[in-house]
């Protein structure tokens, strides 16, 4: 593993590695315990979890605010933390176990991030984080209409939502052109072709505040997509 982080992410700091490092043997012990990741070989984590989770650094200003939505066992979130410890990281996970581990490796990483156990849905409502983050992220399998409407309430305006996607997701685009004019937001896809696959960060720009009535009850977002 040591060697691959090495090869593939050559710019980190050693200690970047080292905490990449920790954080892969972390998630493979908790992994026999609880459903993380199908994900496990270390070429295979290496490329498709941590290098996949940096695509949207570059994007990501200094210092900025970011709330990774649905971040499960901690991508793209932990992997962005480890590489740019100067963003402001909120980890937001429904279930109870994977929140449980995200706390065990944030402070077993002395990492500096704020873990939320909450579906998206209630977290939206709440003052403290209601279009309070520079930027929302989301590796959630789940309908381009549907993300938009979990992670925009999130956003300050003109703040923006990335969505990471695997090919590009021009029909899902499309499909959502009705959530965009309810959200207020448009839409930038980003294509590149990877040693591992074919990868689309989709960008939404928030162009006004979202209105109360969004994000819906929860489980509605992804029953009754907009």
Request: charged letters at 25%.
């Amino acid at each position: 593993m040591k060697e691959l982080l090495e090869k593939y992410l050559p710019k980190l700091t050693p200690l970047a590695h080292e905490q990449l490092l920790k954080y892969y043997s972390l998630l493979i012990k908790a992994n026999e315990k609880i459903n993380l990741t199908r994900i496990t070989a270390p070429l295979d984590v290496v490329q498709k979890h941590f290098l996949d989770s940096l695509l949207a650094g570059p994007y990501i200003g200094e210092g900025a605010a970011c709330i990774d939505i649905g971040t499960g066992a901690g991508f793209p979130g932990i992997p962005l933390l480890i590489a740019r410890p100067d963003i402001r990281l909120t980890l937001l996970e429904s279930q109870a176990k994977r929140a449980g581990f995200l706390k065990e490796v944030v402070d077993t990483l002395s990492l500096r991030a704020t873990i939320l156990n909450f579906r998206a849905e209630e977290a939206a409502r709440m003052p403290s984080h209601r279009e309070q983050y520079d930027f929302a992220l989301s590796r959630a399998v789940a309908k381009l209409n549907t993300l938009l409407e979990l992670t925009l309430p999130f956003v300050k305006v003109f703040g923006c939502a990335i969505c990471y996607k695997g090919q590009a997701p021009k029909e899902e685009a499309a499909l959502a052109a009705k959530a965009c004019e309810k959200l207020f937001c448009t839409l930038t896809i980003k294509e590149m072709s990877l040693e591992y696959g074919e990868r689309s960060l989709v960008f939404a720009k928030k162009q006004a505040s979202t209105p109360a009535l969004y994000p819906r009850k929860p489980a509605e977002p992804v029953h009754k997509p907009l």
